[in-house]
């Protein structure tokens, strides 16, 4: 499955909009971020409340998320970047397990500061990329 066909199916895995039969790859990426980091903000604001229900639902869609971002990885043309996004992805899950057992909100928050550094380079990659020459196809 392309890249952008995984992407595409996990940010519709879960629950998005209808935006995505318009995005292209990187706004996958990017929507799939976006939805990563107000999960983990809503964790956060679950735990500090004692909302354990609510917890449990933002914890469950942050992993989701970053399952979909895992799947989405292309090892073939991403080489040493995508092993290592894939270490941190599993990384991101495994804490997030444990924030959740242990209602630690300082796990999440760790998770929320180490992806947040990821999503800020997703969101500077259409800036650089538009000074790009673009091929034709002929």
């Not at 976006?34 to 999960?39: I, S």
């Not at 469950?60 to 040493?80: C, V």
């Amino acid at each position: 499955m392309a890249p952008n066909k995984k992407a595409m199916n996990a940010y519709r895995n879960v629950g998005v909009t209808s935006a995505v039969d318009y995005a292209d790859a990187v706004q996958l990426i990017q929507m799939l971020f976006n939805g990563l980091m107000d999960a983990l903000a809503d964790a956060e604001g679950h735990i500090s409340r004692n909302d354990i229900a609510g917890k449990n639902q933002s914890i469950s869609r942050a992993t989701k998320i970053i399952i979909g971002l895992k799947g989405s990885l292309d090892f073939e043309k991403g080489g040493e970047l995508a092993r290592n996004l894939d270490d941190l992805y599993d990384y991101a899950t495994r804490r997030l397990l444990k924030a959740n057992i242990r209602n630690d909100i300082e796990a999440v928050q760790e998770i929320k500061g180490l992806l947040g550094e990821i999503n800020g380079a997703w969101e500077l990659l259409p800036s650089l990329l538009k000074d790009q020459p673009i091929a034709m196809a002929s």
